[in-house]
């Protein structure tokens, strides 16, 4: 499937008007591109402006300057009724429309195919039914949105936004209400969603694990400083997370895709079976090691398997030990002495 340009801003500026004629500046100059079939991910600390963006995007604010386009047209050429056709909005409040079905909420997306009288026909039900299926909720079409679980009802109001049959999703934290394993499954949803439907999906999330796990694109936003976009493996590499997300005492560590009290500096090598060597370098990060390739004149830790790792001291003497806890513990000796 051909990927386009579905958003395409140009000196973007972004940001508030204010009583005489003021204007609070957010951001400006931004040049972005959200694509089609991709899912993007908009990062970045509270107060950055992330839900500036998605309203300016949206038309539910006026850029302070340069220009915005949806699927190659400019967004004041835009009527309401041509937008809705367009873009669908999932906005992070919780939806208050706990008297209806579920069946009845997705069947607000048709709104803008039914005309006045909101008459759904054959067609419309179609629609509804196949958005309803994609989420994975067609079994709870006749309960009441007040019956769903906080995953259940974020995927109705997906459902309803696909529904509406928009090239275009914008999704303001749709994961910020969610336990574990709904954030998951929302994310694993969008990014299909994006691949099978060529949707162009944008999302605001403060989820850093699952945006780059999952994000096709990333957007990195922080007050008074450039936007940086790309895939997360070469935003991670270039340094751009450090630079963005590290603040004092607080650190991107690239090895491990996360965000760290503070980067350890003292190293263990750690070799053997990939899955438990993530697990073990996990556990030494957290108490204070770095994982780090092996090498003579520091301890090394083999791992052949999640009950068998193999500690080899510099001096030359070896210790087996049978669970991460024994490591951790001994660690903690080394430590003081």
């Given at each position: 499937?051909?990927?386009?340009?579905?958003?395409?801003?140009?000196?973007?500026?972004?940001?508030?008007?204010?009583?005489?004629?003021?204007?609070?500046?957010?951001?400006?100059?931004?040049?972005?591109?959200?694509?089609?079939?991709?899912?993007?991910?908009?990062?970045?600390?509270?107060?950055?402006?992330?839900?500036?963006?998605?309203?300016?995007?949206?038309?539910?604010?006026?850029?302070?300057?340069?220009?915005?386009?949806l699927m190659g047209k400019p967004l004041s050429?835009?009527?309401?009724?041509?937008?809705?056709?367009?873009?669908?909005?999932?906005?992070?409040?919780?939806?208050?429309?706990?008297?209806?079905?579920?069946?009845?909420?997705?069947?607000?997306?048709?709104?803008?195919?039914?005309?006045?009288?909101?008459?759904?026909?054959?067609?419309?039900?179609?629609?509804?039914?196949?958005?309803?299926?994609?989420?994975?909720?067609?079994?709870?079409?006749?309960?009441?949105?007040?019956?769903?679980?906080?995953?259940?009802?974020?995927?109705?109001?997906?459902?309803?936004?696909?529904?509406?049959?928009?090239?275009?999703?914008?999704?303001?934290?749709?994961?910020?209400?969610?336990?574990?394993?709904?954030?998951?499954?929302?994310?694993?949803?969008?990014?299909?969603?994006?691949?099978?439907?060529?949707?162009?999906?944008?999302?605001?999330?403060?989820?850093?694990?699952?945006?780059?796990?999952?994000?096709?694109?990333?957007?990195?936003?922080?007050?008074?400083?450039?936007?940086?976009?790309?895939?997360?493996?070469?935003?991670?590499?270039s340094g751009a997370f450090e630079s963005f997300?590290?603040?004092?005492?607080?650190?991107?560590?690239?090895?491990?895709?996360?965000?760290?009290?503070?980067?350890?500096?003292?190293?263990?090598?750690?070799?053997?079976?990939?899955?438990?060597?993530?697990?073990?370098?996990?556990?030494?990060?957290?108490?204070?090691?770095?994982?780090?390739?092996?090498?003579?004149?520091?301890?090394?830790?083999?791992?052949?398997?999640?009950?068998?790792?193999?500690?080899?001291?510099?001096?030359?003497?070896?210790?087996?030990?049978?669970?991460?806890?024994?490591?951790?513990?001994?660690?903690?000796?080394?430590?003081?002495?």
């Open positions: 499937m051909t990927k386009i340009a579905a958003i395409e801003t140009k000196g973007l500026g972004i940001g508030y008007l204010l009583k005489g004629g003021k204007r609070k500046v957010v951001h400006d100059d931004l040049n972005l591109q959200l694509v089609s079939g991709e899912v993007t991910c908009l990062l970045g600390l509270n107060g950055a402006g992330k839900s500036t963006l998605l309203r300016t995007l949206c038309g539910f604010q006026p850029p302070l300057g340069g220009e915005i386009r050429g835009y009527s309401q009724a041509s937008f809705s056709l367009t873009v669908g909005v999932v906005l992070t409040e919780k939806t208050n429309a706990g008297g209806i079905t579920v069946y009845e909420l997705v069947s607000l997306g048709r709104h803008p195919y039914t005309g006045f009288f909101g008459q759904l026909r054959k067609q419309d039900r179609v629609v509804i039914e196949q958005s309803l299926e994609a989420v994975g909720i067609a079994h709870k079409a006749g309960n009441y949105v007040s019956e769903l679980s906080d995953g259940e009802r974020q995927k109705a109001m997906i459902a309803k936004a696909l529904a509406q049959q928009c090239p275009i999703i914008l999704l303001d934290e749709p994961t910020a209400f969610l336990d574990v394993t709904s954030r998951i499954e929302t994310m694993v949803l969008l990014h299909r969603l994006a691949v099978e439907q060529g949707k162009a999906i944008l999302l605001s999330t403060h989820d850093l694990d699952l945006a780059i796990q999952m994000g096709d694109c990333l957007w990195l936003q922080e007050k008074n400083r450039p936007m940086a976009c790309g895939i997360p493996e070469d935003l991670i590499m997300f590290g603040k004092e005492g607080i650190v991107f560590d690239p090895a491990t895709g996360k965000l760290n009290t503070e980067v350890p500096t003292s190293p263990i090598g750690v070799e053997g079976d990939y899955l438990v060597s993530y697990w073990v370098g996990n556990a030494l990060i957290r108490n204070g090691y770095r994982p780090s390739p092996v090498k003579e004149g520091q301890l090394n830790v083999t791992c052949k398997g999640p009950h068998e790792l193999i500690a080899a001291f510099p001096d030359g003497s070896c210790k087996e030990l049978r669970t991460v806890a024994e490591l951790t513990a001994l660690v903690g000796v080394l430590d003081r002495c």
